[in-house]
């Protein structure tokens, strides 16, 4: 490797571990072993997981190790361990959705990302703690970053246990925030591709218009390669599609041809984020002197009430049916949610649907020369308690118009930290993520 090996082995990212463990510098079971200990020495106080097997986790890297020894063909990711959020079909672990309808479901077959990941080389240590249906109710997982405040949601374990160090990378999902929101809150880089380029068969659906996978890591290059991994047309899905080469982890690598410039866009909500990070932001733009413009996007206003509407509606059609069934076993607040969802009239989801295209043409016009938009990915750092998850106003919009978005670690308010989240255009994820790295490399040389 280019790099020595850090003593700790749990601080490696995944690109860095799966080097490493291809050149013979550690092995699968060094890591996995690794990653274990350190699951023991803090779930207690993160509370990260809902399912592991440590035996069959060892046993996954011995062989993978085996396989490395005899030469065999391996992936991109052999040997590297990935943690995977509960309402992700597994067919080896349960997968409960955050929710005791389905407690003890087991699966017949994987995901076809977690699937993806396996046919890499991956070795899936474990379930992920997700909010109830991947929603907004809060789960028990704490933000490692400081054990007061929440992770997220709805992707709390994922994001809780990169940032711990527990794993180098791991799956999650977004319908409004929850790839996002979590990756701003923990201090890691989180990234929701555009709509479609990761296939959703065998992940739990609660909207069909907006629910995408995504990926936590320690650099841009782990969320690339994650990424790259898993993407692959779905034909019974008619958002996927079919991407074209080369693979995002090659051209984020790329330094661009010409310095990226951002569009720096405030939200509506922006009024109502945490004065701290107003200024931290405020900061940033300064040092980016000439490669950011602020501009005004008015249809965001629309978008943001667009989205809410078409989430309420489409959660009530998935799991309106589980209410009626057991009522007992579903939350007051998603009650009350899957209630206001059955009450939006079909005129009012209907506005709401057919207004995506042409409010995503308006904003690739005021996108046009802007490497990216540049925003806050959460209204400040990650709330004190465990009453709520955060707000995903910041994301919700992105998600809606089926956009790439990718946060970056890369400020602080109150002594904890705020994403930088960077959108880009559908289908230009690769060229979001060499932005994104430029950014990352930019602020570092600053700092």
């Known amino acids: 490797m280019s790099r020595p090996l850090p003593s700790d082995l749990t601080a490696l990212s995944a690109t860095a571990a799966a080097a490493a463990i291809k050149e013979g510098a550690i092995s699968s079971v060094d890591l996995v072993s690794a990653c274990l200990e350190r699951i023991t020495e803090r779930e207690p106080e993160v509370g990260a997981w809902a399912h592991l097997d440590p035996e069959l986790a060892v046993s996954q890297a011995r062989e993978a190790d ?16 990935i943690g995977v959020k509960d309402i992700f079909d597994t067919a080896d672990y349960p997968t409960e959705n955050g929710c005791p309808i389905f ?54 374990g994922s994001a809780a246990a990169v940032a711990d160090h527990m794993i180098p990378a791991a799956l999650g ?26 296939p959703r068969a065998g992940v739990l659906m609660q909207s069909h218009t907006l629910d995408t996978v995504g990926i936590y890591g320690r650099s841009i290059e782990d969320v690339a390669l994650l990424t790259d991994s898993m993407a692959a047309l779905e034909p019974d899905d008619e958002v996927s599609f079919r991407r074209s080469r080369p693979g995002l982890l090659a051209t984020a690598r790329a330094r661009p041809p010409v310095p990226p410039r951002f569009a720096f866009v405030k ?16 900061a940033l733009i300064a040092r980016l002197g000439d490669r950011a413009v602020e501009i005004d996007i ?38 009350q949610r899957l209630k206001e969802g059955r009450a939006v009239d079909a005129q009012t989801y209907l506005r709401s649907i057919t207004g995506r295209e042409p409010a995503y043409r308006t904003i690739a016009t005021a996108m046009r020369g802007f ?65 994104g790295r430029w950014l990352a490399d930019a602020a570092s040389d600053q700092s």
């Open 66 to 81: 085996a396989q490395l020894a005899r030469g065999d063909d391996v992936g991109p990711l052999h040997g590297v361990p």
């Open 103 to 156: 407690a003890g479901r087991r699966p017949e077959r994987d995901a076809t990302c977690v699937a993806a990941l396996r046919a890499a080389g991956a070795i899936i240590i474990g379930k992920t703690v997700t909010t109830e249906l991947a929603l907004l109710t809060p789960a028990r997982t704490r933000n490692p970053i400081n054990l007061g405040h929440t992770p997220g949601g709805s992707s709390a």
């Open 173 to 198: 999902s977004q319908t409004a925030g929850s790839i996002i929101r979590p990756a701003s809150f923990c201090g890691v880089y989180g990234f929701k591709p555009t709509l479609g380029l990761v």
């Open 267 to 282: 939200p509506p909500p922006w009024s109502d984020a945490d004065p701290e990070m107003q200024v931290a932001f405020e």
């Open 298 to 335: 008015p249809v965001l206003a629309d978008v943001i009430e667009w989205q809410r509407i078409v989430q309420l509606a489409e959660n009530a059609h998935y799991y309106g049916p589980l209410l009626d069934e057991a009522p007992q076993h579903i939350s007051p607040g998603l009650t």
């Open 371 to 435: 490497s990216a938009i540049l925003t806050a990915a959460a209204l400040g750092p990650a709330p004190e308690g465990f009453t709520i998850t955060g707000s995903p106003i910041m994301n919700g919009l992105w998600t809606y118009l089926g956009m790439p978005a990718l946060s970056l670690p890369l400020l602080e308010a109150k002594g904890l930290p705020v994403g930088v989240q960077l959108v880009g255009l559908r289908h230009d994820d690769a060229r979001l993520l060499r932005t």
